[in-house]
């Protein structure tokens, strides 16, 4: 009994060990293979990802390459967030990245897993080499090889525990109730993020019949597939947290898309059952992990061809299911050039309220960087770049679209109007910089262990409060035009600048006297620096206010500690 004991248990943790070697294969595949593409894959869909179809052949492509429908969606949704993609857009590449993810069952399917050392071996020396596209690719053979190892690694501690008594009763159930099995496929693909691994589990399952030992039948398997489907949606699910409508729109048809799958083949699950066997029968081996592959690529196929017909409603379900109370979100209109030709003015109107969701992605933004400040989450740090990366999309894009209003011909008080509002992007850019800048410095700090002292602390607090305010009042001021509480802002400024001078001159006694050594406090003057330009740049919009063709003094006359590091 001991020994059956000690053996149940190797198996088990030749099962997650396996499990854990397939994961981390998977993940080094997608991120060398990224790291192989460089920093053209957002882009690359941005541009190719205009109608539906493209966007259904960008997602098979890109998934193929990457080897991660989470990964596709993920980086969807980072797009959706930035406003480089929009959500009809997002639609398509859904549907092409569940068709591409089945490629990984394929290749786990074909008969090449023996040779997963040697692509293990062949990965690792190209890891060795200087080039670094080589290396790169090193990395994706070696994720590969880490595959294939870890799958004969589970099935080698699949086959014992297969035969237990345990195991039985539990396939025999699987097989006779779908929707077991389809919560199971769920809940398992939902733990480990990753639908390749579940499906690459329950071809090993399904293939161990072929020496003898009775695991799973195709009735089972089925509805752990359907599951599988349902639980990958998870990756866009939590991508989609803390983002805009559109990607939680996004993330809902995703969802959707697949749970509507799920059911269409649990309706028809006799004959779809009876079919995949005929296949089998046909042109497979019994027991094929292939079988498992075509069940999987054929139900995507087949519901990517169907729900791409009803696209519009999917969206609309979407915005039925995910509303947006929001008082700041982006108009629709905003970036329409037909609008341009139509009415320039209009087209303008629109860029103020465009401006003032730029200005609440600041908001976010600042209060992000403040938490961050006194408290290391790489949570953050990630929000942060998010950010970062939508504001300097925002920027480009209504640079860009405020020249064309231009070209259109306007009266001289829209020119007026145009020109303070391609300052006021231009600011609103620039303190993300600054506030990306603060990011890094406390990511070094944190890095080296280097937390702020109790004097610091209490110093970044106030000069922070004082920028909250002022960060609240300029995007009243400049959403009602309220002159008077501009001025309130451009009063704020000067205590910005005291304070910052303050803090330094404190700073430097501090370190006069010891308190704090040079290493903690290094990048902290910097810190304080960045914080002051912000209320420059926030200052410049007040202005703005105040005086429609006011010139920031910077521009003219820039104080040397006022030259912007980012120029």
Do not use: C
């Not at 190719?48 to 080897?67: F, M």
């Not at 790169?136 to 297969?162: C, E, Q, R, W, Y």
């Not at 729900?307 to 979100?329: C, E, G, T, Y």
Request: aromatic share 10%; net charge negative.
């Amino acid at each position: 009994m001991l020994v059956a004991q000690v053996t149940y248990s190797d198996s088990l943790m030749l099962v997650f060990g396996g499990l854990a070697l397939f994961l981390f294969g998977i993940n080094l595949m997608s991120d060398s293979l990224k790291a192989a593409a460089g920093n053209n894959l957002k882009s690359i869909i941005e541009k190719t990802t205009n109608t539906p179809l493209k966007g259904i052949l960008v997602g098979i492509v890109l998934t193929i390459l990457i080897q991660s429908s989470s990964g596709t969606t993920a980086l969807m949704i980072g797009l959706l967030r930035a406003g480089l993609m929009t959500l009809p857009q997002s639609v398509g590449l859904i549907m092409g990245a569940n068709i591409g993810t089945t490629i990984t069952a394929f290749i786990i399917g074909l008969p090449i897993a023996d040779y997963g050392l040697l692509i293990l071996f062949v990965g690792v020396i190209m890891m060795f080499l200087k080039n670094r596209r080589v290396h790169h690719i090193g990395g994706v053979f070696v994720g590969l090889g880490m595959l294939f190892v870890g799958l004969n690694t589970m099935s080698d501690g699949l086959k014992p525990l297969a035969s237990t008594q345990l195991a039985e009763d539990m396939f025999h159930t699987f097989s006779t109730n779908w929707f077991l099995g389809t919560i199971f496929g769920t809940v398992f693909t939902a733990l480990v993020q990753s639908s390749s691994a579940a499906i690459g589990v329950l071809q090993k399952l399904y293939a161990i019949n072929a020496e003898g030992i009775e695991s799973i039948t195709l009735n089972g398997a089925i509805p752990i597939l359907l599951g599988a489907n349902i639980g990958t949606t998870i990756t866009a699910f939590l991508a989609s947290l803390g983002g805009n409508i559109e990607s939680k729109r996004a993330s809902f048809i995703h969802i959707m898309f697949n749970v509507i799958s799920a059911i269409f083949f649990i309706l028809i699950l006799i004959p779809y059952e009876h079919f995949i066997a005929w296949i089998e029968l046909k042109y497979l081996k019994p027991y094929s992990m292939l079988t498992i592959a075509f069940a999987h690529g054929f139900q995507n196929v087949i519901m990517t061809s169907i729900l791409f017909w009803f696209i519009p409603q999917l969206i609309k379900l979407s915005k039925l299911a995910v509303k947006d109370h929001r008082l700041n979100q982006l108009p629709e209109e905003v970036f329409d050039e037909k609008l341009i030709s139509e009415s320039p003015a209009l087209a303008l109107e629109f860029v103020k309220k465009a401006l003032l969701y730029m200005g609440s992605v600041v908001q976010e933004y600042f209060d992000i960087v403040k938490t961050y400040s006194f408290k290391e989450d790489s949570k953050l740090v990630q929000e942060g770049y998010t950010h970062e990366m939508i504001l300097d999309t925002y920027d480009q894009k209504l640079h860009d679209y405020l020249i064309k209003i231009a070209g259109a011909g306007i009266s001289d008080h829209d020119s007026k109007k145009l020109s303070r509002d391609l300052d006021t992007i231009k600011d609103f850019e620039r303190i993300g910089d600054h506030l990306t800048n603060i990011i890094d410095f406390f990511q070094e700090r944190y890095l080296e262990s280097q937390l702020l002292s109790p004097e610091g602390s209490s110093d970044l607090k106030e000069i922070y409060d004082v920028l909250d305010r002022m960060i609240k009042n300029t995007l009243e001021a400049f959403n009602h035009q309220d002159i008077e509480l501009a001025k309130l802002v451009v009063i704020d400024e000067d205590l910005v600048d005291e304070l910052e001078e303050k803090f330094r001159y404190r700073y430097i006694e501090r370190l006069k006297n010891k308190e704090v050594t040079f290493v903690k406090a290094a990048n902290y003057p910097d810190i304080l620096s960045n914080l002051e330009r912000i209320g420059d740049h926030l200052m410049n919009v007040a202005s703005s206010v105040i005086e429609p063709l006011y010139v920031p003094q910077s521009v003219i006359v820039p104080k040397p500690k006022e030259i912007d590091r980012d120029l």
